[in-house]
Structures are given as C-alpha cells and as structure tokens.
Nanobody, 118 residues
Framework: QVQLVESGGGLVQAGDSLRLSCAFSGRTFSRYVVGWFRQAPGKEREFLGRITWSGISTYSPGSVKGRFTLSRDNVKNTVDLQMNSLKPEDTALYYC???????????WGQGTQVTVSS
C-alpha cells in the first residue's frame, strides 16, 4: 500500500507564495511519477503538473504554468509544489497522487487547503 500526505496549505494574500509538500511512503515505486491536482468548490478536479523520479517535470498549459514549480527529493521521498504570485482563483483543495504500474494515478493523499484572499 502507498500512503501520500500533503502539507503546507494555508491562508495567504494575493501575490504571496506558498510551498506544498507531498510525502510518500509504503510500497512505493523506485521509478515513480507524482502528480499534483486541485479542486475548487463546484469545479472539476484540475491537473497541475507531474514529476518523475528522475526530476523530469511537465505542467498543465493552463493558468499555473510559469507560476508553479515542481521538485522532488528522493532521500526524503517528497515532492514539493512551489506556488508563486498566488491569485484568489488558486483557492482550492490541493492533492498529490502517485501513478501505479498501469500509469494511472491510483494513490491519492487527503489534500491540503489553500485559500488566497484578495
């Protein structure tokens, strides 16, 4: 079983930065892929980006590109999401997920809330 725990969410003002962390443990994969998603109230879940065990990252071409950056630490087993120039529309519950052997995101954390005030 794989466990993922997000942390680092909170209440910030527009223009601030925030760094979220995803710690994973258990039966993880040496060549992992971890993705970050978010879901705002009344909206569908949105893919933000993913990073591989080797550090290759790709991002959604949406509104977060250029403001959000992924990084990973293979010693600590963490994947971080650095979020800069936050906007009120970034308010959402942020999740990390790990892809299983099939390539689909089979393992999910509980999420961490990010609220950006104007």
């Amino acid at each position: 079983q794989v466990q993922l725990v997000e942390s680092g969410g909170g209440l910030v003002q527009a223009g601030d930065s925030l760094r979220l962390s995803c710690a994973f443990s258990g039966r993880t994969f040496s060549r992992y892929v971890v993705g970050w998603f978010r879901q705002a109230p009344g909206k569908e879940r949105e893919f933000l980006g993913r990073i591989t065990w080797s550090g290759i990252s790709t991002y959604s071409p949406g509104s977060v590109k250029g403001r959000f950056t992924l990084s990973r630490d293979n010693v600590k087993n963490t994947v971080d999401l650095q979020m800069n120039s936050l906007k009120p529309e970034d308010t959402a519950l942020y999740y990390c997920a790990m892809a299983g052997e099939s390539g689909t995101y089979d393992y999910w954390g509980q999420g961490t809330q990010v609220t950006v005030s104007s």
